[in-house]
């Protein structure tokens, strides 16, 4: 498989449960960003990676949210205690590296609150 | 930081005719600006993008302007047909530093047959 990949494609939780949502990048791209994207709405950014470095965290909405890069390669977002307003599709991207212009994106986790 | 907008949020267009999106931006730092298209169900896909060296780019039906002094670029969709129905997000990068994507909000482009 040569695209972003993300799972899982569909996630239905109860409120106050963790969710671990992962991304696997184009072999290669060094930077790799989530955004979310809630009904009707834009593509919020959340976080970015260069490499295992996270230089931009200004966009998780609250310290429920945090996330990781191993290797230079997979990255798992995670939610703690999840409330009904993270019901939402986080989007994965990839890029070349830094500056290179295109992002390619994953299909996207839709996650569900109850 | 960057802050882009976007208009129309919906845009209704019969088969044939053309379709318009406009985008603002902010930072004057911004040097490259992506069009993507997003199907249902699909991630967003680059389309098109132009970089502040050029005022003006084509691809087939396809074209995108842009203005820095004004910080204004638009998307030109010729003839259109029912598969150019989806949502389409511009949006602002600075290449030079750690390109942060700003996206707009989107359009969601409808083409009646």
């Known amino acids: 498989g040569a695209g972003v990949s993300q799972s899982p494609s569909n996630k239905v939780t109860e409120k106050g449960k963790d969710v671990e949502l992962r991304c696997d990048p184009i072999?290669?791209?060094?930077?790799l960003y989530w955004y979310r994207q809630s009904l009707g709405q834009g593509l919020e950014f959340l976080i970015y990676?260069?490499?295992?470095?996270?230089?931009?965290k200004s966009g998780l909405p609250s310290d429920r949210f945090s996330a990781e890069r191993t290797g230079g390669s997979v990255s798992t977002l995670t939610i703690q205690r999840t409330q009904q307003e993270d019901s939402a599709v986080y989007l994965c991207?990839?890029?070349?590296?830094?500056?290179?212009?295109?992002?390619?994106f994953g299909e996207g986790s839709r996650l569900t609150v109850l | 930081g960057e802050n882009v907008e976007q208009h129309p949020s919906t845009l209704s267009v019969q088969e044939g005719d053309s379709a318009v999106i406009k985008c603002t931006y902010s930072?004057?730092?911004?040097?490259?600006f992506p069009w993507y298209k997003q199907e249902l169900g699909k991630g967003p896909q680059l389309i098109i993008d132009?970089?502040?060296?050029?005022g003006e780019k084509k691809d087939q039906r396809i074209a995108v302007t842009l203005n820095k002094t004004a910080k204004h670029f638009s998307l030109h969709i010729t003839e259109t047909q029912p598969e150019d129905s989806a949502v389409y997000f511009c949006?602002?990068?600075?290449?030079?530093?750690?390109?942060?994507?700003?996206f707009g909000i989107g359009t969601k482009l409808q083409v009646i047959p």
């Open positions: 991207a990839s890029s070349l590296s830094m500056g290179s212009g295109e992002l390619f």
């Open positions: 072999s290669g791209h060094t930077a």
């Open positions: 990676f260069q490499g295992n470095s996270a230089p931009d």
């Open positions: 930072d004057s730092a911004s040097n490259y």
């Open positions: 132009i970089r502040s060296n050029v």
């Open positions: 949006a602002a990068s600075d290449t030079g530093g750690y390109q942060k994507v700003t």
